[in-house]
């Protein structure tokens, strides 16, 4: 009788509700559906790395800290290279305890010092028999107007100059361990992006979103520039966005006081990859059998993608590389 009663009044509020009801399954559905999409692609090489080296720059958080993880799981020796050794301690036991893995070794490296990113190569150059993957993720996003300690603008000099140095500074071993493979996150804010060739320090019109639109321009075109350079060598170069994806990069639009923001990018979060999806691509650049004789490519959602039109202006390029040497000294 009880039952009944329920489950009468339970069809009555169903037939009066009806539109709402079904507008707000199609809704969910929608959402799902939507959230599935921008999960983007899964990387499902089952490649395994025992004897092989890989050190990942900027891996205490975020894609990086993922991408350390699946590596680790793969059997490789893990190197991640951070600037705050304490938050990378932590996240290097996180990442032997979620592996099973226990060859994970935390370098120190400031990509914004010249001289650190020196030290953590002649580190590598000293200790490591090998290197078979050099992944450059670590970024900084749309900053205040910095400087780094050689006097480098901040975006451009973490994002691109540090690991143009860094990378020059590896290849003698990449070229020993070949084949091997050299991986530069850089984003699709890349499209966007201009090399400021006669301010590339953008001392004369500061935006934080257009340095880090050039800084990502800079990673792509890095990629197709090196790859060009290492052609025969058995060191194959890949640049990639890896989706828009939940990790700490937008720290510096999320200052404590703007609440607002916080409360407003709620929604977006829910929307935006996790690390591991963010990961995928990756990974996929990293180990992917079927791209090991592909070079200086871009990727996103494990596949490749056309660049914007000014990533792949081969004369940039070799601007950008010639740029880079001089303010490197190299
Ligand atoms: N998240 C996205 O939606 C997205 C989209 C497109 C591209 N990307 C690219 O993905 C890469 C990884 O970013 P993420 O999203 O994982 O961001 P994240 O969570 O902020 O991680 C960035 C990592 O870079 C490190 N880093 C920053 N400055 C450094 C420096 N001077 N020296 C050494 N390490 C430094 C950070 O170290 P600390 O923790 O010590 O600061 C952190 O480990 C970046 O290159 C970013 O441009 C991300």
Same mark, same amino acid.
């Given at each position: 009788?009880?039952?009944q009663?329920? +489950?009468?009044?339970?069809?009555?509020?169903v037939e009066?509700?009806?539109t709402?009801?079904?507008?707000?399954?199609?809704?969910g559905?929608?959402?799902?559906?939507?959230?599935?999409? @921008?999960?983007?692609?899964?990387?499902?090489?089952?490649?395994?790395?025992?004897?092989?080296?890989?050190?990942?720059?900027?891996?205490?958080?975020?894609?990086?800290?993922?991408?350390?993880?699946? %590596?680790a $799981?793969?059997?490789?020796?893990?190197?991640?290279?951070?600037?705050?050794?304490?938050?990378?301690?932590?996240?290097?036991?996180?990442?032997? $305890?979620?592996s099973g893995?226990?060859?994970?070794?935390?370098?120190l490296?400031?990509?914004?010092?010249l001289?650190?990113?020196?030290?953590?190569?002649?580190?590598?150059?000293?200790?490591?028999?090998r290197?078979?993957?050099?992944?450059?993720?670590a970024?900084?996003?749309?900053?205040?107007?910095?400087?780094?300690?050689?006097?480098?603008?901040?975006?451009?000099?973490v994002?691109?100059?540090?690991?143009?140095?860094?990378?020059?500074? @590896?290849?003698?071993? %990449?070229?020993?361990s070949?084949?091997?493979?050299?991986v530069?996150?850089?984003? @699709?804010?890349?499209e966007?992006?201009?090399i400021?060739f006669?301010?590339?320090?953008?001392?004369?019109?500061y935006?934080?979103l257009? =340095?880090y639109? $050039?800084?990502?321009l800079?990673?792509? %075109?890095? =990629?197709r520039e090196?790859?060009?350079?290492?052609?025969?060598?058995?060191?194959?170069?890949? =640049?990639?966005?890896?989706?828009?994806?939940?990790?700490?990069?937008?720290?510096?639009q999320l200052t404590? =006081?703007?609440? +607002?923001k916080?409360?407003?990018?709620?929604p977006?979060? @829910?929307?935006?990859?996790?690390?591991?999806?963010?990961?995928?691509?990756?990974?996929?650049c990293?180990?992917?059998?079927?791209?090991?004789?592909?070079?200086?490519?871009?990727?996103?959602?494990?596949?490749?993608?056309?660049?914007?039109? $000014?990533?792949?202006?081969?004369?940039?390029?070799?601007?950008?590389?010639?740029?880079?040497?001089?303010?490197?000294? %190299?």
């Amino acid at each position: 009788m009880g039952m009944q009663h329920v +489950w009468k009044a339970l069809m009555g509020f169903v037939e009066s509700h009806a539109t709402g009801i079904a507008a707000t399954a199609a809704a969910g559905v929608g959402l799902v559906t939507l959230r599935i999409w @921008l999960a983007g692609g899964v990387c499902h090489s089952r490649v395994r790395l025992e004897g092989k080296t890989v050190l990942i720059t900027g891996a205490n958080t975020g894609i990086g800290k993922e991408t350390a993880v699946d %590596l680790a $799981q793969r059997g490789a020796r893990v190197l991640i290279a951070c600037r705050d050794l304490s938050r990378a301690k932590k996240a290097a036991a996180d990442i032997r $305890q979620r592996s099973g893995n226990g060859n994970v070794v935390v370098k120190l490296v400031d990509l914004a010092s010249l001289d650190s990113v020196r030290q953590l190569a002649k580190d590598i150059q000293e200790n490591e028999e090998r290197l078979d993957i050099l992944i450059n993720n670590a970024g900084i996003m749309m900053c205040p107007k910095w400087k780094t300690e050689d006097g480098f603008e901040m975006q451009f000099g973490v994002n691109h100059l540090g690991h143009f140095l860094l990378t020059n500074c @590896l290849l003698d071993l %990449l070229k020993k361990s070949a084949p091997s493979r050299i991986v530069n996150v850089s984003s @699709l804010a890349h499209e966007k992006g201009q090399i400021h060739f006669d301010d590339i320090n953008l001392d004369n019109d500061y935006g934080p979103l257009k =340095s880090y639109r $050039q800084s990502k321009l800079a990673n792509v %075109l890095f =990629s197709r520039e090196l790859a060009a350079r290492l052609k025969g060598t058995g060191v194959t170069v890949y =640049s990639l966005h890896p989706g828009v994806v939940r990790t700490e990069l937008a720290r510096h639009q999320l200052t404590p =006081s703007a609440l +607002w923001k916080r409360i407003l990018i709620v929604p977006i979060y @829910l929307l935006m990859k996790t690390p591991w999806q963010g990961a995928q691509t990756t990974i996929y650049c990293a180990v992917e059998e079927s791209i090991a004789d592909v070079s200086g490519l871009y990727y996103s959602d494990c596949a490749p993608k056309e660049p914007a039109p $000014q990533a792949k202006d081969d004369q940039a390029a070799r601007r950008l590389w010639d740029l880079s040497t001089s303010m490197l000294g %190299l």
